[in-house]
């Protein structure tokens, strides 16, 4: 009863906020979405199959980043704000407290299944099978060397390991306001610089100034949030290795391959039973404040959670997404159903 009450207030706020009257409070006949360019090729099918099944307009899906989408999203409520935003990492503090300022106060969370951070590179390239350190030794900023921590000198694998291919070092990857690039630094870098006794003995704030600080001097590159542009790049050039989720090597499977992360390569199985050491979930946020007034936006949130859609053979699975255990998307929906607001750091 308390969350059905708080929906409805929800709702009134948002007519309020969209104008006086229903004319304007409809004043926008599209859903508007934005958020991670992980979650989006996923939230782009679900977009394309409820136009197929309605026969209505398709939802705007824009791929701003995670960080983009959560500014976005949480700068308030009405016609001008997104209805909802993708997430390749959960919202953060900074982030729900900016939402809660701007009177956003009604956010409920949906986990949607899990996704394999992978670095891929072409069928034409080396196979390749990297640990977390010698990946943060190829894209840190500053490095561990004979027990100094300094700049990196590292300009190709060989100089890392000389068991690594001969080749320069060039890595194609998310920016910083990407949920990827955050996700990337923390299920990688972070255990990376773990494994240097220089690095690991700072504390605090001087530690993650080095394993945070990606390389600005070539051998990273930020590609943008357009995923697609790196599978481009990396089917023109043999040499050059490309991080982005599971879905977009599950998808250009036939000319990329995966770069197996300490022995292990990001598939399904892997990626499901955790054994894939850079899996994290995926998640989208609705403003509830939005259900009711933006025409088809309650419709377009159950599709989503539905079993054709999230659910194990669903068209979701297909396009590479882990799906959730039977419990844990029937909790999901319920959550979606109550308009449950996501009060984490309340």
């Known amino acids: 009863m308390k969350t059905a009450l708080y929906a409805s ?43 197929a099944m309605t026969g209505g307009t ?48 009604s956010v409920t969370e949906v986990l ?36 100094e921590i300094v700049d990196n000198p590292y300009r190709r694998w060989s100089d890392i390991d000389a068991s690594l291919p001969d080749m320069e070092i060039e890595v194609l990857g998310p920016p910083p ?10 299920l990688v870098m972070h255990p990376g610089c773990a494994a240097f ?10 530690r993650r100034n080095v394993c945070d600080r990606m390389r600005q001097d070539g051998p990273f590159i930020e590609a943008g949030e357009n995923d697609n542009l790196i599978v481009q790049r990396l089917n023109a050039d043999s040499g050059v290795l490309g991080i982005f989720g599971y879905s977009f090597l599950y998808e250009n499977q036939d000319t990329l391959k995966p770069v197996l992360i300490e022995g292990v390569e990001p598939n399904e199985d892997t990626i499901g039973d955790g054994s894939y050491g850079v899996a994290r979930p995926l998640f989208f946020y609705i403003k509830n404040a939005h259900r009711g007034v933006i025409p088809g936006l309650e419709e377009f949130v159950t599709e989503y959670v539905s079993e054709d859609s999230f659910g194990p053979g669903g068209y979701l699975e297909e396009r590479g997404l882990i799906a959730l255990s039977d419990e844990d998307r029937e909790a999901t929906r319920q959550r979606v159903a109550a308009g449950e607001h996501f009060d984490r750091y309340q």
């Open 58 to 105: 398709a939802p705007v899906v824009e791929g701003t980043g995670t960080g983009g989408g959560m500014r976005i999203f949480c700068e308030g409520v009405g016609t001008e704000y997104p209805d909802i935003t993708g997430a390749s990492r959960p919202m953060t503090r900074s982030e729900y407290d900016a939402c809660i300022a701007n009177g956003v106060d």
């Open 197 to 206: 006794p220089a690095i690991a003995a700072l504390e605090g704030d001087e």
């Open 112 to 147: 949607i299944g899990y996704d394999g951070l992978s670095i891929a590179i072409s069928q034409d390239g080396a196979d390749m099978d990297l640990t977390k350190a010698q990946i943060f030794q190829a894209l840190a900023a500053k490095v561990e060397i004979d027990g």
């Open 9 to 51: 207030a929800a709702a009134l706020a948002v007519v309020a906020a969209f104008g006086a009257t229903a004319a304007n409070a409809q004043s926008r006949d599209q859903i508007r979405i934005v958020g991670s360019s992980t979650v989006f090729p996923y939230t782009q099918a679900v977009a394309e199959q409820f136009s």
């Open 177 to 186: 306001t990407s949920g990827t690039r955050d996700a990337f630094v923390e």
